[in-house]
């Protein structure tokens, strides 16, 4: 009689990533923010748009609601409060130099919403799970830990005194935006996936710099 053996092989049971609630808030952020981004673009000079993110006005021109979403699947948030300054946060933060640092460069009301959304989700994450703000929030980790701290008044005070300072992240980069935009424009989903994987890049490039 022959002997049988039998192989047992593990099965692995799929998991949901921890952060792929966060990702797709940030996605549905990221889509409200290209839609008020196509907006500023369009009320600019066209001295303020020489360079860098409102560069291509004609692009900006085609975002309407389907090319936004489907820009906002970028998986990095497009909005940047000196996210990977935690020296800057440090100050911002401190009640006592609060007054001192207001009144900064203002750019745009209009992403106080999103921001403000992103924020609190950041600070939920942070008192939790801060290593995930880094992707795709593009917290740096020191920054991750003060947010933490804060209270959501805290976070507010923040955003009454510097949130106009917020800025499309990347401002100057040209290619990345052109590239984003033109995938969203068209139906071609391999330049989407190559917009998104650019994103990535770039974020990783940001944190192999030395942190503040």
Known sequence: MRNEKTTHRSVLTPSRWAGSGMLE?????????????AQAALERSAAQ???GVYASRELWIRMDEPACRRAGT????????????????MTASDPAQQAATAGGPLADKRFAEPLREALMEAWSTARSMP??????FGI?????ALIGKLSPAGLDRILALHGEGARPRWP??????DMLLTAAVSSDDDSL???????????????????H
């Open 25 to 37: 808030t940030v996605q549905r952020l990221n889509a409200r923010c290209v839609a008020l981004l």
């Open 193 to 211: 996936q190559r917009a998104r994987l650019y994103s990535l890049q770039l974020l990783g490039g940001e944190f192999l710099k030395p942190l």
């Open 74 to 89: 970028c998986p990095v948030f497009l909005l940047d409060l000196n996210f990977h300054d935690t020296a800057w946060w």
């Open 131 to 136: 290593q995930l703000l880094a992707f795709p």
């Open 140 to 144: 740096a980790p020191g920054t991750a």
């Open 172 to 177: 100057q980069n040209r290619t990345f935006w």
């Open 49 to 51: 748009r020489s360079a």
